[in-house]
């Protein structure tokens, strides 16, 4: 539903809530319209595995429970799959990065809540729309003052960036003399509408609806405006008979009333009770931080061996008396120390597959980032080091008659590395807390799991708070154990 | 002492710039076997290049520079086995922290095999005990002072047999009560026979050691002659100008 540029809702005026009613009809006929029941399987897909990517977090079409996906999208790919018999595999991996993947095929179709435009059908082949979408408002549970449209002058409201709910707000914003601030994702204008800095949102549907359910504290005040809808895409002429198999999957659901089912699980369903405490928040998201936290040390080891070997390797570059070698260690370390780790990310997991048609696994891209990125600084660092020896050590090493190579090892580098080893550990854990960058390209770190985490329950204070005392626990006792090994070898 | 007439060290048209800063202008200078050379003058007049240029921890702009028969100037000649050659002695010790007394002194003879661990050490403590520290083997040079320090340098130095010694202001850097200590070894290995050439600010020591005197200024030698004459009688008027502030 994000990123629709061409919304032309300009001139709503209240005769469009008249026709509300109507266009309610319309999902029920575009629905039957769209169901011409093919009775058997595809069998160009029968016993074919597609991967298929989706977005992290976009309550109720996908999200994380109990560590598993979930959500209306989820449950409607995966039926169609068993219906058609074909089997898929999952990657949750951000909406723009699953748009992005689909793009260098790293990925064969997405399911991601995406509406669709005319400016996605030029590189994307769409489904047959399978939910009519819309925006809607909402304020505060305990807010009795906004009723309507008509009460929000001189307020401030907040909607998601770049999203159909921002297009609209901005329509009406002149009409009824209020302000839009954007913001990124459904859990964070929830908040900030809980906290008081916006008196209302505009949001998509079906995310408020899940939301308001959930108990995130607010309550919908107006009618559904009709939007855009849904669809399943595949890349441009890739794939057509996943396309196919996709529409007539969807088709039978609905005749089935299975599509109806799934919609009314994740929209209908009565409030579940009370949230828990933060101690059962605790224990209930720990298992999925714990994995978090352990594929953030993972990326963390491998990355600082690649990067001190790297660094090892350019630093010694760098003191050589070749200029060739130090022109490569420049050029290497003014590449990655003057782009951010952010642009590094995408290029190695999006761009590269794009210039090589060669995927990469999501460790691997990001290991490569985090080692590359870091190694750079350890080339200073050693650098550095190095060049911080007093030269009189080595013009005594070669004055002995010792030759550069043994200079170095036994009179320089063990001086050097005393130097070196504060900077090491400061290193480390910067390329530690670096991890969290990851979770842009959907790598499942601790940052991404509590991510998940939140956007599911809204409860996002508690949980940044749980996922910041990991962080602070794991980096304070890596940082104590370091300094003791500094002390005990470096006195 | 009886004194063969070897050339150890030839020095011919020797030339050394920084950049456009030429710092030595054509030396010619002939050292032989167990000959103590002094060489004075004010700061910047070239003496430690010059020195530095004897073992080529400064790289030659022009000249040759023959050291116990090998040609600096040849780019095929192994500089570490000529280093072994020649020991040296900084002004500020240069000794390596991160090892005790008796490491410093066992690293240049074990890492060129030239003795075993056990030798080496046997060695080293023998040589510790000739400057009068055989009580501290096993101290840091952090732990010692100045004159200490610069005697476990020249314990160092001696470590890999050397058949010449360069002292480059060897006692700059001490304080005053500490000089006698470490020109009392310098003396000693003059006394031994030691071919060395010592440049220091100590005209007292020079006078009283050296065989030779060498007055360099503006990179080039001025005036030399044995102590008796250049102390005693300089020629030149740079040369009388110096010793006058000095003396």
């Known amino acids: 539903m994000r990123k629709i540029t061409k919304f032309r809702a300009a001139k709503l005026t209240v005769a469009v809530t008249a026709l509300l009613a109507l266009a309610g009809g319309f999902v029920g006929i575009s629905a039957a319209a769209a169901s011409q029941p093919q009775a058997k399987p595809n069998t160009e897909v029968t016993g074919e595995t597609y991967v298929i990517g989706t977005d992290t977090t976009f309550a109720p079409f996908e999200y994380r429970k109990d560590g598993e996906l979930t959500g209306i999208d989820m449950d409607l790919i995966r039926d169609i799959a068993k219906n058609q018999g074909f089997t898929v595999e999952i990657k949750s991996l951000g909406f723009d990065a699953a748009l992005q993947a689909l793009q260098s095929n790293q990925v064969d179709g997405v399911i991601a809540g995406m509406s669709i435009t005319d400016e996605r059908g030029l590189i994307f082949d769409f489904s047959d729309p399978y939910f009519d979408s819309g925006v809607q408002m909402a304020v505060a549970e305990d807010n009795t003052k906004i009723s309507g449209y008509a009460d929000l002058a001189g307020e401030n409201v907040v909607a998601k960036r770049g999203s159909e709910g921002e297009t609209f707000a901005n329509s009406i914003k002149d009409e009824y003399g209020f302000t839009v601030k954007a913001l990124a994702d459904s859990a964070t204008m929830y908040d900030d509408v809980k906290a008081g800095n916006s008196v209302a949102v505009f949001d998509d549907y079906p995310v408020l609806a899940y939301g308001i359910n959930q108990n995130n504290g607010l309550k919908s005040v107006t009618e559904k405006e009709q939007g855009s809808s849904y669809g399943f895409a595949v890349n441009k002429g890739q794939n057509p008979e996943l396309l196919a198999a996709f529409n007539t999957g969807l088709a039978e659901l609905k005749t089935s009333g299975e599509y109806q089912d799934i919609l009314d699980t994740y929209l209908e369903q009565p409030a579940p009770a009370a949230s828990s405490g933060f101690f059962g928040l605790l224990s209930d998201s720990l298992p999925a931080l714990m994995k978090g936290l352990g594929l953030t040390l993972l990326a963390t080891a491998l990355s600082i061996v690649i990067a001190l070997v790297l660094g090892v390797l350019f630093g010694f570059f760098k003191v050589s008396e070749s200029r060739v070698l130090r022109g490569i260690a420049s050029v290497y370390v003014s590449i990655f120390r003057g782009t951010p780790l952010l642009v590094q990310a995408f290029f190695f997991y999006f761009g590269l597959p794009q210039l090589t048609g060669q995927s990469i696994d999501v460790l691997t891209a990001g290991v490569l980032t985090l080692s590359l990125n870091a190694g750079a600084y350890m080339t200073e660092i050693v650098r550095g080091g190095i060049q911080s020896v007093d030269p009189g050590q080595t013009e005594a090493g070669r004055s002995l008659g010792l030759g550069y190579v043994t200079t170095m090892r036994r009179v320089v580098l063990p001086q050097a590395v005393k130097i070196m080893t504060p900077s090491f550990i400061n290193q480390f854990v910067m390329t530690l807390k670096d991890t969290s960058l990851l979770a842009v390209i959907g790598f499942a770190e601790l940052t991404y799991q509590g991510q998940q985490i939140y956007a599911a329950n809204f409860r996002t204070g508690e949980t940044l708070l749980i996922v910041a005392a990991l962080y602070f626990i794991v980096i304070n006792l890596l940082t104590m154990l370091s300094n003791k090994l500094d002390k005990r070898f470096n006195k | ?247």
């Not at chain 2, 950049?19 to 003058?41: F, P, Q």
């Not at chain 2, 073992?55 to 040759?64: F, I, R, Y």
């Not at chain 2, 661990?117 to 009068?132: C, E, M, N, P, Y």
Request: proline share 4%.
């Open chain 2, 1 to 247: 002492m009886s004194k063969i007439s070897v050339s150890k060290i030839s020095v011919r048209g020797l030339r050394k710039s920084f950049g456009s800063n030429e710092v030595l202008k054509g030396l010619d200078v002939e050292i032989i076997e167990g000959e103590v050379v002094c060489v004075i003058g004010p700061s910047g007049s070239g003496k430690s290049t010059f020195l530095r240029c004897l073992n080529k921890l400064d790289e030659l702009s022009a000249g040759t520079v023959i050291v116990d028969g090998f040609n600096l100037s040849d780019k095929t000649v192994d500089l570490n086995e000529v280093r072994q050659h020649i020991g040296m002695v900084f002004q500020h010790f240069n000794l390596f922290p991160h090892m005790t007394v008796l490491q410093n002194i066992m690293l240049a003879p074990v890492e060129l095999k030239k003795e075993s661990t056990a030798d080496a050490r046997a060695s080293a403590l023998k040589l510790l005990d000739r400057v009068g520290l055989a009580d501290k083997a096993t101290a840091r040079p952090a732990q010692l002072s100045g004159g200490q320090k610069q005697r476990v340098a020249i314990a160092r130095s001696l470590a890999v047999n050397p058949d010449i010694m360069l002292f480059d202001e060897a006692t700059s850097a001490l304080d005053p009560e500490m000089v006698g200590e470490v020109l009392q070894v310098i003396r000693d290995l003059a006394a031994e026979g030691m071919t060395m050439v010592v440049v220091t600010h100590e005209m007292g020591f020079a006078r009283e050691v050296a065989d030779r005197v060498i007055f360099m200024a503006d990179g080039v030698i001025v005036e030399e002659g044995t102590p008796a004459e250049l102390f005693g009688n300089p020629q030149q008027p740079r040369t009388q100008d110096f010793l006058s502030k000095v003396l």
